[in-house]
């Protein structure tokens, strides 16, 4: 059974940082590209970055203009968001989720239950 489990998520004020860990398990982690996504209150789900299987290339959303950084440790099956310089619009539900190939840009088909990041003032 697939199970990806966020933690880190909180509560910051406007231009503090955080870091959201996603521990997998269940599948072969370092075969397959990941993703973070998000969904803000009453807003869609949000895709926002992937990386390859290896670590090697990341790719992100043009929107987060490159606050967010994606990474991955194969040896502990983990994959990383840092949030950096955080704004009131980035308080969401924060989902890791596992790609059905090896690249950073995918289809996914697993997800985590999340993790919530409020940022407020």
């Known amino acids: 059974e697939v199970r990806l489990v966020e933690s880190g998520g909180g509560q910051v004020v406007p231009g503090e940082s955080l870091r959201l860990s996603c521990v997998a398990s269940?599948?072969?982690?370092?075969?397959?590209?990941m993703s973070w996504l998000r969904q803000a209150p009453g807003k869609g789900l949000e895709w926002l970055a992937g990386i390859d299987k290896d670590g090697d290339k990341t790719i992100y959303a043009d929107s987060l203009e490159g606050r967010f950084v994606i990474s991955r440790d194969n040896y502990k099956k983990t994959v990383y968001l840092q949030l950096n310089r955080l704004k009131t619009e980035d308080t969401a539900i924060y989902y890791c989720?596992?790609?059905?190939?090896?690249?950073?840009?995918?289809?996914?088909?697993?997800r985590g239950q999340g993790t919530q990041v409020t940022v407020s003032s």
């Open positions: 989720a596992k790609h059905v190939s090896i690249s950073a840009f995918s289809r996914t088909d697993e």
């Open positions: 269940g599948f072969t982690f370092d075969n397959y590209g």
